[in-house]
């Protein structure tokens, strides 16, 4: 099978969305398919990959790419990114990461554009159900895949602190209403240690909340923190809280902490609550009296897992690098031999 990606952000940038696409390639690549990556953004580091790239293509050189393919794999929707297939007469998988508005309520034109294109032209394939549902029609789900082979359990690595964030430093990804559910724990006597990782807009503000509500001593900022290094850092802690705001489509941060041994609180809409499964504990997004109380229960606890080890593995199992990527291949052959 030769298969054309299209990923617009395609690694240096490092969100779900690249993460996923890489593991695809990567998978897909070790497996016997030849795939190439379609990219818009350079990479100045000139990371090597064992697949081609094509960054800011020409568009005959894109093209060409496009008509010498067997399938073509778009991640999200990309308006722009439609010529390519339909011109070059390929059949198209589009993989939906999240709402194409502000969230899944939003149907501004443009989403509704998306969508409807997306059910008439391609194959349509969702990270969560919860994405599945909000475009409708026909679509598969496919859950997002971690790096297994970087996040895991290291029992050499000291579990010393309690808790973690670890995301965009920005209003909807909720590390400010962690920080608030703290200081009301701090009132009842229990002062967990806590680390912030990530870097954004709101590092500043989020520095003053700690220190006007006197919770220094307790929290550090690490910053951006990446492969081993985070890998490290998710297994020195007990908690990972991913108090996100707005509805996550999915959330592979929170597997990414499971399997390094961490229990996982969550917030519940989207597709966060697919992400944990039932290895963790969830609470109403954006309600800090409801983290207060799941924060406490899991301090609480100390080191009693939330589900049995067996539901643990086979959550992670689903979500395996492998796993993920063997769907992807059944989903692109069955497309090319409709075709054929």
């Known amino acids: 099978m030769k298969a054309l990606i299209y990923s617009p952000a395609f690694p240096p940038k490092i969100?779900?969305?690249?993460?996923?696409?890489?593991?695809?390639?990567?998978?897909?690549?070790?497996?016997?398919?030849?795939i190439t990556v379609?990219?818009?953004?350079?990479?100045?580091?000139?990371t090597k990959y064992p697949f081609r790239v094509l960054r800011r293509a020409a568009f005959h050189?894109?093209?060409?790419?496009?008509?010498?393919?067997d399938v073509f794999l778009m991640f999200n929707m990309s308006l722009r990114g439609l010529a390519l297939p339909l011109l070059s007469r390929k059949p198209l998988v589009i993989c939906h990461h999240g709402w194409y508005g502000q969230d899944e309520r939003d149907c501004c034109w443009r989403a509704w554009l998306k969508m409807n294109l997306s059910r008439a032209l391609a194959v349509n394939v969702a990270c969560s159900r919860a994405v599945a549902d909000y475009l409708g029609g026909e679509v598969l789900v496919i859950p997002n895949a971690y790096n297994d082979g970087l996040f895991k359990m290291r029992p050499d690595i000291p579990r010393s602190r309690d808790v973690l964030f670890v995301g965009r430093l920005v209003s909807d990804k909720g590390a400010n209403l962690l920080v608030e559910a703290v200081s009301r724990l701090a009132a009842q006597g229990l002062r967990p240690t806590v680390t912030i990782t990530g870097e954004g807009p709101e590092e500043g503000a989020l520095r003053q909340q700690v220190t006007s509500l006197?919770?220094?001593t307790q929290t550090i900022f690490t910053g951006a923190?990446?492969?081993?290094?985070?890998?490290?850092?998710?297994?020195?802690?007990?908690?990972?809280?991913?108090?996100?705001?707005w509805h996550e489509p999915f959330g592979i941060v929170a597997l990414e902490g499971l399997a390094s041994g961490a229990m996982v609180i969550g917030s519940c809409r989207g597709g966060l609550r697919e992400a944990i499964g039932q290895c963790g504990l969830t609470f109403e997004n954006g309600s800090v009296i409801e983290l207060t109380q799941v924060l406490e229960k899991a301090l609480l606890r100390r080191d009693q897992p939330i589900g049995s080890d067996l539901a643990l593995m086979s959550h992670l199992k689903l979500h395996?690098?492998?796993?993920?990527v063997k769907a992807y291949e059944s989903v692109l052959?069955?497309?090319?031999?409709?075709?054929k």
């Open 214 to 216: 006197g919770l220094d």
């Open 225 to 245: 923190l990446r492969g081993e290094e985070l890998a490290r850092t998710m297994n020195a802690h007990r908690i990972l809280v991913v108090p996100s705001i």
């Open 15 to 34: 969100g779900g969305l690249e993460e996923i696409a890489r593991i695809c390639a990567d998978g897909l690549t070790q497996l016997g398919h030849e």
């Open 320 to 324: 395996q690098s492998i796993s993920v």
């Open 38 to 46: 379609l990219c818009d953004i350079p990479d100045e580091s000139q």
């Open 333 to 339: 052959q069955q497309v090319i031999n409709r075709q």
């Open 61 to 69: 050189e894109a093209f060409r790419a496009s008509r010498a393919s």
